[in-house]
């Protein structure tokens, strides 16, 4: 159950969204368990977003899931991540944030896992 969204300062059209969504769905499986077949991505572009001072094209990416994961693959996941991004947006990698919240607590469908 991992969700992944983006928040950028970027304009992002129709064909890079879907383009990026499908990129996460395979970069997830950097986490082991983890698939495109529970994944939720949200892309939020145009969002007001300052780094270093400017606002040259920059992101902040939350990846939250549903237990825990090594250093080792989160750091594949990262790299996947700030690639995507490069290629898709423009986006260079030194302006990309990626932070992770894991949780043994996780609602759905009425309950909880």
Partial sequence: MPF???KTNVSVSQESAADIKQG???AITAIPG???DWLMVGIEPDYML???GTSEPAAMVDVSLYGDASHNAKTTLTS???G???EKLGIS???V???YHETDSWGWNGSNF
Wanted: net charge positive; no cysteine; proline share 0%.
């Fill in 24 to 26: 996460l769905g395979l």
């Fill in 93 to 95: 990698s030194d302006r």
């Fill in 84 to 86: 995507l991004l490069t």
């Fill in 34 to 36: 983890k698939t495109e």
């Fill in 50 to 52: 300052w780094f270093k």
């Fill in 97 to 99: 944030y990626v932070k």
């Fill in 4 to 6: 992944i969204n983006v």
């Fill in 80 to 82: 996947h991540i700030t």
